[in-house]
């Protein structure tokens, strides 16, 4: 692991707490510091309290799904750079342009390994790092 994920906030939300606490648990590990939501409405409200560096977002949950609470995070001015990064069981390539739509960064495929939530979050951390960097 190149890149160091020390300090880095990363929420998940997913309504599936298997998926939370593996997670969680990887992610805590590397020295994240971890926030979880079981729905998009949570999610929205722990937003503003924890102001993550990286959102991962399950898209099949109840009341808000995926692409909705997606939609609502870039809509908002303080959290549209914020990446987010679609969680699906399906690896199809029509979720895969719908969560690009709403302005999804990456995409995951549940279940996930360790290597692959790394590798997505390596991604997000060093596009970040190129962006921040002035010129």
């Given amino acids: 692991m190149s890149v160091n994920f020390e300090a880095l906030k990363v ?3 997913d309504d599936s707490n298997t998926i ?3 997670a969680e648990t990887i992610l805590s590990k590397a020295g994240c510091e971890v926030v979880t939501a079981i729905d998009g409405f949570d999610s ?14 399950d898209i099949m949950m109840p009341r808000l799904d995926g692409y909705q609470t997606c939609a609502l995070i870039k809509n908002n001015n303080e959290f549209k750079h914020t990446p987010v990064i679609m969680l699906s069981s399906k690896d199809g390539l029509f979720d895969k342009a719908k969560g690009r739509i709403v302005g999804a960064d990456e995409y995951l495929t549940k279940p996930f390994s360790k290597n ?3 590798e997505v979050l390596e991604k997000i951390v060093a596009t970040k790092v190129t962006e921040d960097t002035p010129v």
């Fill in 20 to 22: 939370r606490r593996t």
């Fill in 44 to 57: 929205l409200a722990k937003i503003v309290d924890v102001a993550p560096d990286v959102i991962f977002v």
């Fill in 116 to 118: 692959e939530l790394f």
């Fill in 11 to 13: 929420m998940i939300v």
